[in-house]
């Protein structure tokens, strides 16, 4: 299984709380800090279209640009619990 690609924001409570499902599910992940500037989020937005975070990328299951913390939660719980 190749991990899933969770790009976040230090100190983005949003974010933590994806991590620690990711931990709590004992899911294999990737983690990749993006810039505070938005402007400066090119990965993120040529992925999603977007610069918001979290986002995860779950290759296994063809997720591209998963945003939205309780979508991503609910998500990973679905599929990995």
Known sequence: MAPIQFYELDGCPFCAKVR???DDLGVEYE?????????ERTEVKE???????P?????DHEVEGMHESDDIVEYLNETYA
């Open 47 to 53: 992925i999603s279209g977007q610069t918001e975070v």
């Open 55 to 59: 986002m995860i990328v779950d290759p």
């Open 20 to 22: 620690t499902t990711l």
């Open 31 to 39: 983690s990749h800090s993006v810039p505070r500037s938005h402007g």
